[in-house]
């Protein structure tokens, strides 16, 4: 602030500089010297050496009077402006957040997949897509009748909702998200956030990650959230593909940030086997890899395995020209049907989020881990197929090594040779079996890899909307702060709970 200050006097005293013409009332005196102020009715001038002198006005001509009377009102003038900026400085340097608010640049030009594409180009465009923050490329890559379908359920689920069950906690999300974003210079300047305690110095990991991840987390909740009711009918009017195409312009910039600073550049698939109407994609380069597909290309090892010698594939089915995940291929229209059924027994707006999402509430940090997997089959409409596409959020891992399998059960699912469904869950055994597809006739004794899940459940989302509310009381202090360090007393005070709800997340 310091610093500024010094640069705004010295900016002025860079002006106009230029010495002016003094004389005396007889008349034949004259100097040359910088009218530098006006005091008790004497005019300060400055020499050339430096020096300054205090002349009389009524010792002055008339023409040094008048000019002196013009550059007094001037030196008012430039007081009154660096003034102005020295408090604008000061306060723009103490203000919760830059004005106006910094918004991320706009994303690269959407492309939709083509129905004509191969599989391998079908998983670089999605791929490509999503990078460049474009989400609704998970919606277009399904083929029309299935986006249709898709549209009908997200319309009759809306239906269902009770909305005030809904809206509250979606209006307490946007408040959250708000209070982050108009407070984020009072959050970065957070000494907990630095390498040391000079709010100057470089951002620590937890900095990193707060400016990285929770800004533009919450600048697209900020932007993007529907919160009250004529929100949500909208998107029944509209249709849920039609809103998602809307609104992708607001979306995909804060989307692209998000995921350049937590995702890295996917593997090129080639495919090693196709028909007409089935394929199998596989990672070139891997150990063992073969771009011929002849012999055994997956050795003795099954692909979901950590193992060096094991090979990622993956199973794709052509559906009305289009290429799709064939555990999507196979399983959506059952799945559309089950939640359908599953919605159909209530009554409109008579729905509540538990019943939803299937969570349970919780109160932060007394849960540490994940739901049970058997409440994951409550949520109609969870565990959708269209999660595990190539490009959703947990598109890296599926492109890289695949996990461990027992890394992937203790996540509650179950391993990529059953259902994707809960144990024991008729209603989703039906979802993403690999037994009709990959079989180990076909492949010589090895499954093809079925696209991992994220380890996030719908039961975990649940239950934290579900809390929100308990956070209100907690951010009110944020809220209230009226400086620095009034806000930064309130974070320290709910840093206990922060962790609580990181630890919601395995």
Known sequence: MACLIVVLLLSADTKESCAETWTNLGGDRSIQAKMIGMWNNQVVLQLADGRSVNVPMD??????????GKI???????????????????????????DPLPVPPAAPAYQAPAPGMSPDQVLESVREQFQNGHLVVIYDALPPKYRKQLDDLVGLTLTKLDPNTLIAPLEQLHGLADLIVTRQNWILSQPRLHRDADANADLNATGELVEQFLLPAAGLVRAALVTDQAGLI???????????????????????????????????WAVVESDEETALLQEPGAAGASTTGAGDPYGSSYPGQNNASSIPTVAFQKVDGYWLPAGVAEGFE?????QTAALEKYDDASMTLTDWLGGQFV???????????????????????????????GYDDQYGSPSSSESYESAGYPSTSSSYGPPDSPEMSSYGSTESYGTSERYGGAPAKELE??????????????????????????????????????????VGSIEGLVSLIP
Do not use: C
């Not at 312009?249 to 600073?261: H, M, Q, Y």
């Open 59 to 68: 010792k002055l001509i008339a023409a040094s009077r008048i000019q002196a």
């Open 72 to 98: 007094a009102e001037q030196l008012k003038e430039d007081r009154t402006r660096l003034t102005d900026e020295i408090k604008a400085a000061a306060a723009q340097a103490a203000a919760a957040a830059p």
């Open 234 to 268: 909208e998107i029944q009017e509209m249709g849920f593909g039609n809103w998602l195409h809307q609104n992708d312009e607001i979306v995909s910039p804060f989307a692209a940030v998000l995921l350049e600073g937590f995702s890295s550049p996917g593997s090129q």
């Open 334 to 338: 059952g799945w559309v049907q089950e």
């Open 363 to 393: 109160s932060v940090p007394t849960v540490t881990r994940a739901p049970a997997a058997e409440t994951r089959s409550d949520y109609p409409g969870s565990d959708y197929p269209g999660s595990d596409y190539p490009g959703s959020e």
């Open 453 to 494: 899940p994220i380890a996030i459940t719908p039961a975990m989302v649940g239950s934290i909307l579900q809390s929100v509310g308990d956070y209100g009381s907690m951010f009110r202090p944020l809220e209230a702060a009226e400086d620095e360090a009034s806000f930064h007393a309130a974070v320290d005070q709910l």
